[in-house]
Structure formats: structure tokens, C-alpha cells
T-cell receptor, first 115, second 112 residues
Framework: KAGVTQTPRYLIKTRGQQVTLSCSPISGHRSVSWYQQTPGQGLQFLFEYFSETQRNKGNFPGRFSGRQFSNSRSEMNVSTLELGDSALYLC??????????????FGPGTRLTVL | GIQVEQSPPDLILQEGANSTLRCNFSDSVNNLQWFHQNPWGQLINLFYIPSGTKQNGRLSATTVATERYSLLYISSSQTTDSGVYFCAVVVSSGGGADGLTFGKGTHLIIQP
């Protein structure tokens, strides 16, 4: 099976702009989670989608949003970019068992730089 | 929220040495995973191990859920083992919060 794919791999934006990142899960996986990795804060959970619904959300401002499509592909959007949004954004997919007991498989990430 | 502490933060070893990485967590968990982050940033799954012991080649892991810690063992280290190793958990009482909580990682350098 193909792994989790993310596009684009690298992105440069300027403050105030918005950005959309895409994630395609492993075939058969219906849960998609997003994480942000920065040198200062480490890896932090953004949100999780299952069956086109956001099931869980981490502690991030409303500028961070996402959605999931009927084919389980997911996008996340960051509006009004700030310098502190520069990070590696990782997407993970898992089976739909729920309860947090599923193995999560990560994509290669999108490295976002905000100038 | 749950606290996940990894030790040591940094480890430098010679090729061929063995190492033990530790992960302590502050609450009951129903998911614990170990990852290796490669130089390009991708997180590679090593183990899904909320309890018990597993082995995969030169790597093995043990989680003692009742004492809230997990250990990752790397034997006969190779330079390709270099990178950052993360432990990540999901709390049992999360009420549906299924996101992984990560430790800060152990940065492992294997010298030839």
C-alpha cells in the first residue's frame, strides 16, 4: 500500500497570507490527524477528522482549520499567517477504530516558512 | 494534560554500542508509539506498544503500563540509527481526545 502523502513538501509565504496543505491517507484509513512541529514547542496535535467531521481539536487558535472529503483526503488551512507559524506540518492516518488505540502512520510533512 | 518525559535528551555512541531510551508518562494510556524521525523530518513507526514487549530486529521495546514507563532498546547501533526518537501516547481517559501527545525526544548520534 502507498503511504501517507502530503503536498506540497515545501512552501514559502509572507505574513498575512493564507495557506492550504493537503494530505492523502493510506488506502482504507478513514481518520486523519494533523500535527505541528516547531523547535520551541515540539510536536503538537492540531486536530483530527473522521468521516468528514472534526472529532478532536488541540489548543490552537481559530486561524487553523481543516476539513476532510468523502474520499478521506484532508486539507488544513492557516489564515493570516504569522512568523510563528513557520513549522513542519505532519499528517497522520489511522483506521477508524477510535478511542485512540489505533496506530498512526505519518506522512513526510510540509515545511512551511513564513517571511 | 498528560506529561511525557523522555531521557536522555541527547546520546552520543560509537557504532556497535547498545542503548536504552526511556519514556515516562503521567497518566494511564491506551496508545503508546515509538517513532524515529529521519533527517528529512518523516516520522517512522517503530512500535505500537501500550503494554508488553515487542522486538523487531535490533530494536525492542517494553512498556510497563502499571508503572507508567516505556523503554526502547537499540542493540549493535549503526550510523543509520542516528536521529531523534520520540515516544507518543494517548490518554485512556481522554474523553475522545485521540491526538498523540509527544515527548521532546532523544537525539541519538552514532559515530563511526
Amino acid at each position: 500500500k502507498a503511504g501517507v502523502t502530503q503536498t506540497p513538501r515545501y512552501l514559502i509565504k509572507t505574513r498575512g497570507q493564507q495557506v492550504t496543505l493537503s494530505c492523502s491517507p493510506i488506502s482504507g484509513h478513514r481518520s486523519v490527524s494533523w500535527y505541528q512541529q516547531t523547535p520551541g514547542q515540539g510536536l503538537q496535535f492540531l486536530f483530527e477528522y473522521f468521516s468528514e467531521t472534526q472529532r478532536n481539536k488541540g489548543n490552537f487558535p481559530g486561524r487553523f482549520s481543516g476539513r476532510q472529503f468523502s474520499n478521506s483526503r484532508s486539507e488544513m488551512n492557516v489564515s493570516t499567517l504569522e512568523l510563528g507559524d513557520s513549522a513542519l506540518y505532519l499528517c497522520a492516518s489511522s483506521l477508524p477504530s477510535g478511542g485512540g488505540t489505533d496506530t498512526q502512520y505519518f506522512g513526510p510533512g510540509t515545511r512551511l516558512t513564513v517571511l | 494534560g498528560i506529561q511525557v518525559e523522555q531521557s536522555p535528551p541527547d546520546l552520543i555512541l560509537q557504532e556497535g554500542a547498545n542503548s536504552t531510551l526511556r519514556c515516562n508518562f503521567s497518566d494511564s494510556v491506551n496508545n503508546l508509539q515509538w517513532f524515529h524521525q529521519n533527517p528529512w523530518g518523516q516520522l517512522i513507526n517503530l512500535f505500537y506498544i501500550p503494554s508488553g514487549t515487542k522486538q523487531n530486529g535490533r530494536l525492542s521495546a517494553t512498556t510497563v503500563a502499571t508503572e507508567r514507563y516505556s523503554l526502547l532498546y537499540i542493540s549493535s547501533s549503526q550510523t543509520t540509527d542516528s536521529g531523534v526518537y520520540f515516544c507518543a501516547v494517548v490518554v485512556s481517559s481522554g474523553g475522545g481526545a485521540d491526538g498523540l501527545t509527544f515527548g521532546k525526544g532523544t537525539h541519538l548520534i552514532i559515530q563511526p
